[in-house]
């Protein structure tokens, strides 16, 4: 394990913290070299937010969401985005009972606790909209009313950054409704050759994934997590990252290549992880290497850079990168 998943402990720790870090030991020897992955959907479902997935096609990435959702006792859903996606097919429609003569709304996907969109990019604006809202407010809209989604709610939604055929690029708006950003790279020789003994052994056995969270579990983590302490160093630190985004403090220079900056919704989901981060190390309060190991995901998805600065082989994780080694922690 990384220290990303397993620093100091308290004597005693909470039993949902127990339950969490045995998930993260789980998922860690089913995912080779995924240990930054494996942390970012703890913290998501702990803090409430969403991740969105990015890298070519043979890594993981839709593997390591089912394996995620198989050791949490919650109801589990894939949609695979495809041109021709309808809202409705996500969200739900109503439709007529011949027996009563009446409408009847059937739930969608979007009514699960955790819900894997494979390839988001291809699926049409007006899905992506329907998509938004229930990422947004945690409800949809269908027929003229409003639906609450189940709680805990969690979107982990996958990407290929490679094909562009056939895709429609994810809005602003949507993008900000993420947490993360996650960069999924190639692996190794080492860990391929780990990978490969992992799913040869996995296709010679049948054994069967045991959820080792429960949903009253989550909830109650969940509440632990918002208790967590942010001093006011910790706050200020936060927003000096996000606000050098728009050319703010001693990270102002390295800020000239961003056009659109970093909006305080940033500041908030830096925060909100960071809590999450804490408490998956067993600490109760937060600390400025919590913000700066986090803030990377969070904010690279969240600026667009000058042309000049793209044409130049600049992105947006090397700016936010520098702008957290330029910017003082007090």
Known sequence: ?????NTESPATPMHEQTLIQQVADNLSQQLIGHEKLINRLLISLLAGGHLLIEGP????????????????????????????????????????????????FLEGPLFNNIVLVDEVNR??????????????EG???????????KRPFMVAATQNPIE?????????????????????????????????????????????????LQLNDIIEAQK?????????????????????TRGEG???????SITMPASPRASIFLAKASQAQAYINGRNYVSPEDAEL????????????????????????????????????I
Do not use: W
Not at 89 to 95: A, F, M, N, S
Not at 123 to 136: C, D
């Open 57 to 104: 096609p043979g890594l993981a990435k839709t593997r390591a969401i089912n394996r995620f959702a198989q050791l949490i006792d919650a109801q589990f859903v894939r949609i695979q985005s495809t041109p021709d996606l309808l809202p409705a097919d996500i969200t739900g429609t109503d439709i007529f009972k011949q027996n009563t003569g009446e409408f009847q």
């Open 1 to 5: 394990m990384t220290a990303e998943l």
């Open 164 to 212: 562009h055929e056939g895709t429609y690029p994810l809005p602003e708006a949507q993008l900000d409704r993420f947490m993360f950003f996650v960069e999924v790279t190639m692996p190794n020789a080492d860990n391929e050759r780990k990978i490969l003994d992992t799913v040869l052994s996995e296709m010679s056995t049948s054994l069967q994934q045991q959820a080792l």
């Open 123 to 136: 699926a049409p604006p007006k899905v992506q909209s329907a998509l938004l809202e229930a990422m947004g």
């Open 139 to 149: 409800q949809i809209s269908s027929g003229g009313i409003t639906r609450n989604l």
């Open 224 to 244: 632990q997590v918002s208790d967590v302490h942010i001093s006011d160093a910790v706050r200020d630190y936060i927003v000096r990252l996000v606000a050098a």
């Open 294 to 329: 986090l803030a990377c995901d969070v904010i690279s998805g969240r600026i667009g850079l000058s042309y000049q600065a793209r044409a130049e082989g600049v992105n947006a994780r090397s700016v936010i990168d520098a702008i957290v080694q330029a910017t003082p922690k």
């Open 250 to 256: 001693l990270a102002a220079k390295v800020a000239e």
